[in-house]
C-alpha cells in the first residue's frame, strides 16, 4: 500500500499542511492539491482487510469511532471496543487513532 494513499482520502487540514514546510510536507501539500476531489468528506470510518493486510481510517475530525486493539501477533479494528473485546477478552493494547490517521497491519507473510 502506497505510503501517502490514506493521506489523499483524510488529509490534514491546510493550517497544518502549510505550517510544513519538509520535503514531506510539500509532498502532502501536492497531493493535496491535485487529489482535492478523492477526499471523502463528512464522517466516516472505513475497515478493509484482504488476505496480506488490514486497514482503519475514520474522518479527520473523528466524527465516527474507530478503535484497534492488538493481542499477541493478532491485530483488531472495530467502532467500538466491546465489539472486540467479544473476540478477544483481554488484547494486550487498545487504542482510538487519531482523526485521519491510518491503522495498518500486515500479516506475516508480506515481505
Known sequence: MGK???TVL????????????????KT????RMTYG???????FSII?????FMLGLTDRIKLRPLI????????????EECAIKSVCEN???VWAPKGGEPV????????
Open 4 to 6: 501517502f494513499r490514506t
Open 10 to 25: 483524510a488529509p490534514k487540514f491546510w493550517r497544518e499542511i502549510r505550517s510544513d514546510n519538509s520535503s514531506k510536507g
Open 28 to 31: 502532502v501539500q501536492a497531493l
Open 37 to 43: 476531489g478523492a477526499m471523502v468528506n463528512g464522517p
Open 48 to 52: 478493509v482487510a484482504t488476505n496480506d
Open 68 to 79: 484497534a486493539a492488538r493481542k499477541d501477533d493478532r491485530f483488531y479494528i472495530a467502532s
Open 91 to 93: 488484547p494486550d493494547l
Open 104 to 111: 495498518i497491519a500486515y500479516s506475516k507473510e508480506v515481505t
